[in-house]
């Protein structure tokens, strides 16, 4: 047979390609089975390169995945550049190639190649088969046989090219948002540190200082230090949830202990928003397990979320209760009501509505709230009318 050479070359990927798909080997055994050939092959053809990527070789032939033979000793080269099939019964009778090199070079008298197309139309390759016998190849079954399998190759060929895509796309995106959430975290925990000094600061000017506009700007650097302790949190378990840990629970049993957090809840956001009336009934008789910080940074969302969205001349209403086995929290505001195709993306990460407040946030708060009642299996309802909104945090007590 002909020179065979064994060299790195650039379709290594097309060779893998091939490999990759299962059925390949089912392809050349009935191949040889059915023509009675003892060599079949899966080549790379290009202008000036053939590459052998998949082969069956019962003929000790010597060709595997990978070698290369020069692509003018080959009828692969006439195939790509006419379109059409080379299929030779026997070699010696055939009055178009009884006299050409390549049979004598190769050492065949039947032989076989169908040209495979990519789904684009771009020329990839032959499906071969060859022997030193003459065989009955020259007919309709066997040709359309082969064509068969060339476009059923073609077709897993395009499978394999859009999943190497749409994996090395999804790595990628992986990577990236990893990064960024990783970035996420990082930075929120360093913040807590100056915000904690911030916070500590003030409330020490707040004690000492006698003078009226230090007390007046003492008491915004606090308020503000609020809302960034919230962002902040907020922020945080965005970055873990996203990172795999998710909301994590620490649950206590205390009515009393649940009661004061609320209410604690309450001063903080009065000193954010000393303007707005809010209006509270806490009535907690029964206690039940739950996460009483994380609750709070529920009440603290929704609550915020209230007065920026609510009316500024009419309080915002709080009730919290145990009723029939359910603990619930509810917060209301007057205000316009919140249209359909906006209360369907309320809970959904960095979705922010438009509110009489330029600083709009993150768009977190409710996503965060919303995980939180999943986490105590719970839930969050939304009641809108032309009057007022009510957010409703509902739990089993059991």
């Known amino acids: ?150 476009d059923l190759l073609s077709f897993h060929l395009d499978a394999v090219e859009n999943l190497e895509q749409k994996t090395a796309e999804l790595k990628e995106e992986r990577e990236v948002a990893e990064l960024r959430e990783k970035f996420i975290a990082i930075l929120g925990h360093d913040l807590r540190n100056p915000l904690g000094t911030i916070r500590m600061c003030s409330d020490l000017l707040l004690h000492l200082s006698t ?64 303007d707005q009336e809010i209006k509270s009934t806490i009535d907690l008789k029964k206690s039940f397990l739950c996460d009483e910080d994380r609750i709070a940074q529920l009440f603290s969302n929704l609550l915020g979320n209230a007065i920026k969205h609510g009316d500024d001349n009419q309080p915002v209403e709080v009730k919290a209760y145990n009723e029939n086995g359910y603990f619930k929290l509810a917060v209301s505001n007057a205000g316009d009501k919140i249209a359909p195709e906006v209360k369907k993306h309320l809970f959904d990460p960095f979705y922010r509505q438009d509110s009489k407040s330029s600083s709009g946030g993150l768009g977190l708060g409710l996503y965060i709230s919303s995980e939180i009642a999943k986490a105590h299996g719970g839930e969050i309802l939304v009641d809108s009318t032309e009057e007022k909104t009510t957010f409703t945090f509902i739990m089993p007590c059991n």
């Open 211 to 274: 003078d009226e506009k230090a007390l007046k700007y003492a008491s915004t650097i606090k308020s503000t230090s609020y809302r960034m302790q919230a962002l902040i949190d907020n922020m945080l378990d965005f970055a873990r949830g996203h990172l795999g840990d998710g909301i994590k629970l620490t649950k206590v049993k205390d009515c009393d202990s649940l009661k004061n957090t609320l209410e604690q809840v309450l001063v903080e956001i009065a000193a954010v928003a000393p």
């Open 1 to 150: 047979m002909g020179s065979i050479t064994e060299k790195p070359h650039e379709f290594q990927a097309d060779i893998d390609a091939v490999n990759r798909i299962s059925i390949v080997p089912s392809i050349l055994d009935v191949i040889c089975q059915t023509t009675g050939m003892g060599f079949a092959v899966i080549a790379r053809v290009t202008e000036d390169r053939w590459l052998a990527c998949s082969t069956k070789d019962e003929l000790s032939f010597g060709l595997k995945a990978g070698d290369e033979l020069k692509i003018e000793t080959t009828f692969c080269h006439e195939v790509r550049q006419s379109y059409k099939p080379v299929v030779i019964d026997h070699v010696d009778e055939d009055d178009t190639f009884c006299n050409h090199p390549t049979p004598s070079l190769y050492g065949f008298q039947s032989y076989i190649s169908i040209p495979i197309y990519k789904k684009d139309k771009s020329f990839f390759g032959t499906l071969c088969a060859l022997d030193p016998k003459p065989a009955k190849v020259n007919n309709s079954k066997i040709i359309e046989m082969f064509k068969l399998f060339a």
